[in-house]
């Protein structure tokens, strides 16, 4: 009887890397541990190892005791993606193998911010939690900043925080611009001061260069002194619906803003965090609003986003209890869990994928919900 194999879909870094072992924040050995629960063995390729005249895939899969040994196989009907790809040729070959009945889960992921937003804001129980958010132009930022007096300017599209800057406004008159022209890490942060009025130079550089969005900032509540946000890891299991995999916080590092753990923020177990800055509320209560809240958030988007399997979404909380959505990630990077000591999380955010796999194998169609 042949081995029923599932596609792991790599960016080309990470897949050149498979070789000499020293693969970075994946972990290909969570993935060959959970398919074998399910009766799986992953392959791993990226976009360009595919061929749809041959039906066949060239990759890495598991050699026993250790390493990874090169095989050609036909593709894999369930391929779980974890790479991104922006060109639209590759684009198109993702679409190619959905359209001839091969399950690419999480293959139609990467949404701008702007888009996300939208698809938001048709549902009335989320419209409450979203920040005011237009399109960033020199007057409705002028604008925005007159009516909320603290807003973040980010790129529609991108990662890990960069390109993010914050405009707030500094009495008696003018404002203050945080921004960083580095790449990930929390050194290269800089705030500047400006006239009444006045824009910086790099925000006019920004806007002009690529789509951005100005939103009001949400006062986050803060863990000594640090905004938090939560990373909600939403994913498709084995029964095919959405579930939590785990959550953690994450705390913006000093001088900035922005909590993402490559620009230096620090992760955390949230019920920690929030005995330790909202003592006030209600543990338990706040761990199942922010999983409910979550948990409809992927089901919204699940409408508009087909064959989604996976989210990381950032839900911010202020100091009453409020929660609001910040921002969802379509790949979402899961060693947080580990810098917040939550092994068992992390390893589920692996399982979950390859429980969804054996799903798809069995059930042959797509869940209804």
């Avoid at 890397?17 to 060959?32: A, F």
């Avoid at 894999?76 to 991104?84: E, G, Q, S, V």
């Avoid at 040729?89 to 949404?111: A, C, K, M, W």
């Avoid at 958010?133 to 599209?157: F, N």
Wanted: charged content about 20%; hydrophobic content about 35%; some cysteine.
């Amino acid at each position: 009887m042949h081995p029923e194999f599932v596609g792991i879909l790599l960016n080309n870094s990470t897949y050149r890397r498979i070789s000499s072992g020293r693969i970075g924040t994946e972990s290909l050995s969570n993935y060959e541990e959970a398919a074998a629960i399910y009766g799986l063995v992953p392959c791993f390729f990226t976009i360009r190892h595919i061929s749809l005249e041959t039906g066949e895939v060239t990759g890495f899969m598991p050699k026993r005791p250790y390493g990874y040994t090169r095989v050609r196989i036909p593709i894999p009907r369930a391929i779980h993606m974890r790479a991104i790809y922006s060109h639209r040729r590759e684009r198109s070959q993702i679409e190619d193998l959905i359209q001839r009945g091969f399950f690419v889960y999480n293959g139609r992921t990467r949404y701008g911010k702007d888009a996300i937003h939208r698809m938001l804001e048709q549902d009335p129980e989320v419209t409450p939690a979203l920040p005011h958010t237009v399109k960033a132009t020199a007057a409705s930022i002028r604008t925005m900043l007159h009516e909320y007096g603290d807003l973040v300017l980010k790129p529609c599209s991108g990662s890990v925080g960069v390109g993010i800057m914050r405009l707030r406004s500094s009495p008696p008159g003018g404002s203050l611009l945080t921004y960083s022209r580095s790449s990930p890490s929390a050194k290269g942060w800089r705030t500047v001061k400006l006239a009444a009025g006045n824009l910086h130079p790099l925000i006019f550089q920004r806007i002009r260069r690529a789509p951005f969005l100005a939103q009001e900032r949400i006062p986050l509540a803060e863990y000594k002194g640090r905004p938090f946000d939560i990373r909600v890891t939403v994913q498709r299991g084995g029964s095919g619906a959405w579930e939590v995999a785990g959550m953690f916080a994450k705390t913006s590092p000093p001088r900035t803003f922005v909590s993402n753990i490559a620009q230096g923020g620090s992760a955390y177990q949230v019920p920690y965090i929030l005995q330790n800055s909202l003592p006030d509320l209600p543990v338990p209560l706040m761990m199942k609003r922010i999983t409910e809240f979550s948990l409809h958030i992927a089901r919204v988007l699940s409408l508009f986003i087909p064959y989604a399997a996976d989210f990381g979404l950032d839900i911010g909380i202020t100091a009453d209890g409020k929660l609001y959505f910040i921002e969802c990630n379509g790949c979402d990077q899961r060693y947080g869990f580990l810098e917040a000591g939550m092994e068992e999380a992390w390893r589920t955010a692996y399982r979950n994928p390859m429980a969804f796999a054996r799903y798809l194998y069995d059930h042959q169609a797509w869940p209804d919900y």
